[in-house]
């Protein structure tokens, strides 16, 4: 009976654990969480239950995996995906996802079924709009639930440690439900999983999942592929810019989709400014489509607006990618194409880019990180403190390891301060 006892004392721990550090869980918002799993569970019998599950021997026909955030979520999810399929070749995998978002992860052999879905709370990033009682995305969402239901998958994965998404594997009905149980909602599954707190990076949380019912994945297996048809698109539209076929091309990408993650078009800009003026390669300013942009006047930097699948093509052919913490970041991993990213509300180690040669500009004494991108003052001075001189340092550094500098000079160090290498 102590063992036990002692034993359940340490997986509270290690769940209390996890959830400051992951998730940076207040016991406040731990209380309001246990409070929403109790009422939900106290109304769930009224409800017919999830079909029984089978021996977990068994091997699945049918597995559904929920991540209907956003592209750079999906982007992340990848190595997941690619190790499920490897594990399970014969079963038909379908992805619960933002039905916002283009289905970049098509034709890559990965997912048979794409489910889109309108998740109210993750369609807008104003608190009041994300819980809007009156949304009509809870009829949408409702709709989308109960056609979940009657499919009665046989395995379901969420990767996100919330309740919500516990709750939604439940609610599908699926037999075998494997997710997190330290951000509640522990009861809605049949595995749960503890985290490793040695690899806290989003990839490996997900593929924490797979570790604990099929063994160890392939970390090697981290990309997308392009068709000859893509490529041979992105030549095109390179030629047509005017931009010669064995340059060097840099791309940067000012954007986000959050305010607080935006280091700023005009510093941007000037590390545009340096790079034509000290190197010889061409600069791809990036923006999404349909939305205004403004781009430096300077030679050799080309306005690029694009559809994703083009844009994908021509990310493909730069030697280096410029960034906030943003979905493209993400992306350019997918490429093998290094990155240097701006980081300001959240952690690198979770969510940074994972390339041998990528570099993240960040000031890390700022204790407020991770804010979940709700700025506890006027303005995010986690980005506003980061120079163009300290970017710059990290383009250097990367393009001398590249061998596109134009000078010879030895790299510069990034600094404890200024940066970290993730």
Not at 104 to 115: N, R, Y
Not at 146 to 163: E, I, N, P, T, Y
Not at 294 to 313: D, G, I, N, T, Y
Not at 400 to 411: D, F, N, W, Y
Request: with cysteine; proline share 8%; net charge positive.
């Amino acid at each position: 009976m102590r063992r036990r006892d002692t034993n359940l004392n340490d997986a509270l721990v290690r769940e209390a654990t996890s959830r400051a550090s992951i998730l940076g869980m207040t016991p406040r918002k731990w209380r309001l969480v246990r409070a929403f799993d109790a009422v939900v569970r106290f109304f769930l019998p009224l409800l017919p239950g999830p079909k029984a599950m089978k021996n977990s021997k068994v091997l699945p026909d049918t597995i559904l995996v929920v991540e209907y955030w956003n592209l750079g979520d999906l982007a992340i999810l990848v190595p997941f995906l690619s190790n499920l399929r490897r594990s399970f070749p014969g079963a038909r995998i379908s992805l619960l996802a933002n039905a916002n978002h283009p289905r970049f992860l098509e034709g890559q052999g990965m997912v048979d079924e794409f489910i889109p879905a309108r998740v109210p709370w993750a369609q807008h990033s104003n608190r009041w709009r994300k819980y809007n009682p009156f949304s009509r995305h809870w009829i949408s969402f409702a709709r989308t639930l109960l056609a979940l239901r009657k499919r009665r998958f046989d395995w379901a994965f969420s990767g996100r440690m919330d309740v919500r998404d516990n709750l939604i594997l439940w609610l599908s009905g699926a037999g075998r439900r494997i997710g997190y149980g330290v951000g509640g909602g522990a009861s809605f599954l049949t595995d749960r999983v503890m985290p490793d707190l040695s690899r806290p990076h989003r990839v490996d949380i997900w593929l924490r999942l797979l570790e604990a019912v099929v063994g160890p994945p392939n970390r090697k297996i981290d990309g997308i592929r392009l068709t000859g048809g893509d490529l041979a698109s992105a030549r095109s539209f390179l030629t047509d810019l005017g931009i010669p076929p064995n340059v060097s091309l840099v791309g940067i990408h000012p954007g986000a989709p959050v305010a607080t993650r935006r280091w700023g078009r005009e510093r941007f800009a000037e590390v545009a400014h340096r790079l034509v003026n000290e190197t010889d390669v061409h600069v791809l300013w990036f923006s999404e489509p349909g939305k205004p942009y403004q781009v430096p006047p300077l030679e050799r930097c080309h306005p690029v607006s694009l559809s994703l699948r083009l844009f994908l093509a021509v990310l493909s052919r730069c030697r280096l990618f410029i960034c906030n913490d943003s979905g493209p970041m993400h992306l350019a991993n997918l490429l093998a194409v290094p990155v240097v990213a701006i980081f300001g509300p959240q952690r690198p180690e979770s969510f940074g880019p994972r390339g041998a040669h990528d570099r993240v500009v960040i000031r890390p004494e700022f204790a407020c990180r991770p804010c979940l991108d709700y700025c506890i003052f006027d303005q995010p001075y986690c980005l506003r403190t980061i120079s163009t001189d300290e970017v710059y340092s990290a383009v250097e550094n990367v393009l001398h390891l590249t061998s596109v500098c134009k000078s010879e000079q030895t790299p510069i160090p990034l600094t404890e301060k200024s940066a970290s290498r993730v």
